[in-house]
Each structure stands twice: as C-alpha cells, then as structure tokens.
C-alpha cells in the first residue's frame, strides 16, 4: 500500500550516484557545456521508448509506454524544463565551487519549502511521527550548512551559496510542479518530454553565452562521466515519477525520503574528494537517518 515511499528511497539512491558523478564532472570543467552533454545522454535513452510506443509495438498498458499528449500539455513540460534548467544552472555552478558535502546537505533543505508548498497548495496532512521527522531531518540539513564556516566559507559573503540557496529554491518550486503534472498527465511523458525540452534549452544557452567567450572561461574537458550524469538521473527520476504517480503519494515525504540522496553524496565526498570535517558531519548524517526513519515509521 505504501510502495511509493520504498520508490522514493530507491530514487534517493540513484540521485546520490549522480551528484557524485556531477561532482566529478564539474571540478576544474565549463558547466554550461556539461549541462548540455548530460541532458542529451539522458534524451537519448528516450529516443527508442518512444518510437516502439508510437509505432505501437508495446501496449498502452506498459510499464515504459509514452502516450501522446496535446499541445497544452508539451507547453506545461517545457515551463516544467525552463524551471528545472534555472535550477541546474545556480546548483551546478555552486557544485563547482563549494565541497559536495556542503552542497548536498543545502540542496536537501528543498523539502522544507516544498513541505510549505504542499500544505498551503496540496493541503497535505502529516501525523506526529511525520512531523517530527521532517522537523528532525531539516534540523540536521541546516547544522550540515552551517558547518562551511569552519572551512572558511562564508554564508552571507559567497556568491556560491546563493547560487546553490537559489537553486534549491527552483528545485522546490519543480517539485510541487510536479504533483500537479502527474495528476494531468503521464508520467513517462512528462520525463520523456521534460528531458527533450532540456537539450532545447540548454543548447541555445551554450552556443550564444559560452561557445563565443569559450577561451575566457574554464576550458571544456571531456569526461566519461558526463553522460553518466543523465543516465543516472533518468533512473532516479524514473522511481520518483513513479512514486509521484500513485494517488496516495505525499509529495512532502517523497521529496524528504528523495534528499535521502545526501547519505552517498556525503559517502562518496569523503572517500573521493578527501573533504574535511568529516567526523562533525558524520553526527549530522545520523540525524538526518533518525529524521528519515520516522518519516517511514510515521507513514507505515
């Protein structure tokens, strides 16, 4: 009955795999560039999904079926697009500049505003244990961001967490925006569609601002993680979409239980990229495992 919660974690897990591989990608890399090759990667895994689904060769009842939509419809994915690429440009810029187990944790902070949104848009309702779950875990995320200043990075003087605070935010907004797709229309529509309208957008944004000026900024080089970035995405969206779909979902605990992803962002920061305070934000991820459990306890 509630295997929308288990797709959720499940997303989690995935999305954590690629903010690693963003992290990798991005160090040292022009960033408008890798959003490009990334999305497209994703839109190619598309490209045979939706030719067997408009030739028929697969049954509307499929698990990876693509239905036709109205033109309405693509013109709520590509707001849908335009929301999502605002949010990638601001995150992927921050993850460039700041340590991975500072982003991940601010980026997790989405659930907070989403959580307002879904109460005040949604009316969604959440029990004790839910409550305190949520209280918990976003308890945790801000001691995450907050714990930059003992590595010199200041909050109000960064321009890169404003970029990642901003990012976040657009993220949020996408989430709630989600909800209100999947009730109007299909899910691998709106994932198949979405990732098209990606590659549309962004490949504009890289011939006119970064191709003419190229030499003045990072130079571009390729990595084989790059494409592995939309791959992964794809996957972890894949179950969240999934999750999203079935009625009794709660957009405020699937997108917490999704930022469970900071877990094998924070793993993987550690161990690859030798981040320091590691011991301090150990004790923060504990509480943000204690905040997930009740979420699961209060929702079972």
């Known amino acids: 009955m509630y295997m929308w919660w288990l797709l959720a974690i499940v997303s989690a897990f995935f999305l954590g795999i690629y903010d690693v591989v963003k992290k990798v990608s991005v160090n040292n890399n022009a960033v408008l560039p890798i959003l490009l090759f990334s999305s497209l990667s994703g839109a190619i895994l598309f490209i045979p999904i939706l030719v067997v689904s408009k030739a028929q060769l697969i049954p509307a009842t499929h698990l990876f079926y693509i239905p036709p939509i109205s033109l309405q419809e693509h013109a709520l994915l590509f707001l849908k697009s335009v929301i999502v690429v605002t949010s990638w440009i601001f995150s992927f810029f921050a993850l460039k500049h700041l340590p991975i187990t500072i982003v991940s944790p601010i980026r997790a902070t989405g659930p907070l505003w989403t959580l307002i949104g879904a109460i005040i848009i949604f009316s969604e309702k959440l029990t004790p244990y839910q409550w305190i779950g949520i209280l918990i875990t976003l308890t945790f995320f801000y001691l995450f961001s907050i714990a930059g200043k003992t590595e010199g990075i200041s909050f109000r003087r960064n321009k890169w967490i404003l970029f990642i605070i901003l990012g976040t935010l657009f993220g949020a907004v996408s989430g709630l925006y989600d909800k209100f797709l999947l009730r109007h ?26 191709w003419p000026k190229r030499k003045k900024y990072t130079p571009f080089v390729w990595r084989w993680t790059i494409p592995l970035i939309g791959i992964f995405l794809i996957v972890a969206d894949f179950f969240y979409f999934y999750a999203l779909h079935i009625p009794e979902s709660m957009i405020s605990i699937v997108s917490a239980l999704r930022r469970g992803s900071v877990i094998i962002a924070f793993a993987f920061g550690a161990y690859l990229f030798k981040e320091k305070n590691i011991k301090t934000k150990s004790i923060y991820l504990l509480g943000i495992l204690l905040g997930i459990g009740l979420l699961i306890f209060g929702t079972k």
């Open 185 to 210: 229309i299909n899910r691998m529509a709106v994932q198949c569609y979405f990732t098209f309208y990606q590659v549309v957008l962004f490949a504009p944004i890289v011939m006119i601002l970064w």
